[in-house]
């Protein structure tokens, strides 16, 4: 069965940076691409990153330019680099196999980010 597991959040100062992390298991990590999510509250959950099995990656224009996704398929283990944080990036953050996705509709449990002076 499929399992993400994400992990790195935390409180940080506007401006401040942390890095979030994704273990997965339950499918061939290499073959498929990973997104990460967030859903704030009251908000519906909302695309944030995508990183292909080739290396190709899409940004949702809130975080191009502060954002960064990168995979490490030795450790089947997807990043999400995130600098020069807004207090509008507060969010829960998931991470997701496309694929399977669709064929499970399963989440983890996400990582909390608060972003707050």
């Known amino acids: 069965q499929v399992q993400l597991v994400e992990s790195g959040g935390g409180l940080v100062q506007p401006g401040g940076s942390l890095r979030l992390s994704c273990v997965a298991s339950?499918?061939?990590?290499?073959?498929?691409?990973m997104d990460w999510y967030r859903q704030a509250p009251g908000k519906e959950r909302e695309f944030v990153a995508r990183?292909?099995?080739?290396?190709?990656?899409y940004y949702a224009d809130s975080v191009k330019g502060r954002f960064t996704i990168s995979r490490d398929n030795a450790k089947n283990t997807a990043y999400l680099q995130m600098n020069s944080l807004k207090p509008e990036d507060t969010a829960i953050y998931y991470c997701?196999?496309?694929?399977?996705?669709?064929?499970?509709?399963?989440w983890g449990q996400g990582t909390q980010v608060t972003v707050s002076s």
């Open positions: 997701n196999s496309p694929n399977h996705l669709v064929r499970t509709g399963y």
């Open positions: 339950g499918f061939i990590f290499s073959d498929n691409a």
């Open positions: 990183i292909g099995s080739s290396g190709s990656t």
